[in-house]
């Protein structure tokens, strides 16, 4: 596998980033395009006497220093900026990170910039932190596979996070482990503007111990849990039931609009012909597979002429499923009058008969 990777990494070099790090400024245009240094092409006013005389005021004053633009000399770029990786350097940091067990190749095809702009040690010290708060190689590889962007960080901008799940997000200390290991994008979340927004619009709806929702905190608020609260509302939903599935189900915050709800509420209102406000209790729906549970159970009561609810026909496992389906087909149901028949009767009421 090392000679592969080696003979793997001579046949690449490290190309620049594709952007500039935030502290450094751009190099000057200059460098490609000499063309731009023609003094027409530039928006910069003309300093010639010759244009800018006649336009003095009678007092002198002191003229503002400008950089020089002559095509003859540059001004050297920042030093920071001329510095790239050099491939001695690029291949030690992937040596190192494939004697983690990372999937190396899928790093430098998909995720280069990351490794391109953190230096060994930086990473050697992630991997340290990561260690010191008992993380095993495995969970570090699914760390890593999850969240890329990890290794372009510092351990002292985890600190900030940490701090914010433990004292504001109210995490357990035993539980911090098991938090990050769910949603590794916390490590790379801002507190100020993601997660404590998160957090706050969380509350503001009722959503009580957030803390065993931490994985929703990484979530923008704009662009993804307000859209999915707006389109229930789209559909029927007063705000105030829309809030009360979220509340009672968050998890379907991460559900996918186009590929998971609007299917299964599509299904549910065209094929089932059943009412909204049974998606009102049991929100928990839009969590079984369509193809796998909704579909073959419901085809299944409409062929026996059964009707459950929507939590005893979902949620049942399959032996119990078609025991309450043999013992509708196989025995008559109580008449109302009957001291047998029961109010807490699982099967639809339409069913029975007087």
Do not use: W
């Not at 990170?97 to 930086?122: K, M, Q, T, V, Y």
């Amino acid at each position: 596998m090392e000679d592969t990777l080696l003979h793997f990494l001579s046949n690449i070099k490290p190309s620049p980033l594709p952007y500039p790090k935030a502290h450094s400024f751009p190099l000057s245009h200059h460098y490609y395009c000499p063309a731009l240094s023609c003094p027409r092409t530039l928006h910069f006013p003309t300093l010639s006497s010759k244009t800018n005389t006649a336009s003095l005021p009678p007092k002198p004053f002191k003229t503002p220093e400008t950089p020089s633009i002559s095509s003859h000399h540059t001004p050297p770029p920042p030093q920071s900026q001329t510095h790239e990786p050099s491939n001695t350097e690029f291949q030690e940091k992937i040596l190192y990170l494939d004697s983690l067990g990372l999937d190396i190749f899928s790093l430098i095809n998909n995720h280069r910039p990351f490794i391109l702009s953190a230096s060994l040690s930086n990473i050697k010290s992630i991997i340290d932190l990561l260690t010191s708060m008992n993380f095993t190689p495995q969970e570090f590889r699914r760390i890593i596979s999850m969240c890329p962007e990890i290794l372009a960080s510092t351990p002292s901008t985890f600190t900030p996070v940490i701090t914010f799940l433990l004292r504001e997000a109210r995490v357990n200390g035993s539980d911090l482990k098991h938090v990050i290991n769910r949603r590794p994008r916390l490590l790379v979340s801002s507190v100020k503007y993601c997660l404590r927004p998160t957090l706050y619009f969380l509350q503001s709806i009722g959503l009580e111990e957030v803390k065993r929702h931490t994985y929703l905190l990484s979530c923008s608020v704009e662009k993804k849990l307000l859209p999915r609260i707006q389109y229930f509302e789209k559909i029927g939903f007063s705000y105030k039931d829309a809030v009360s599935m979220f509340r009672r189900f968050p998890q379907l915050f991460n559900y996918s609009i186009k590929n998971n709800i609007e299917p299964k509420l599509n299904y549910f209102v065209v094929e089932m012909g059943r009412d909204l406000k049974e998606l009102r209790e049991f929100p928990q729906y839009f969590s079984f597979s369509l193809e796998n549970r909704i579909k073959p159970r419901h085809q299944c009561c409409v062929e026996k002429g059964l009707c459950f609810p929507l939590h005893t026909l979902l949620k049942t496992s399959q032996e119990e499923f078609m025991s309450r389906i043999d013992v509708c087909c196989n025995s008559s149901v109580p008449l109302r009058s009957s001291p047998l028949y029961s109010v807490n009767c699982d099967v639809d009421s339409s069913t029975n008969t007087e």
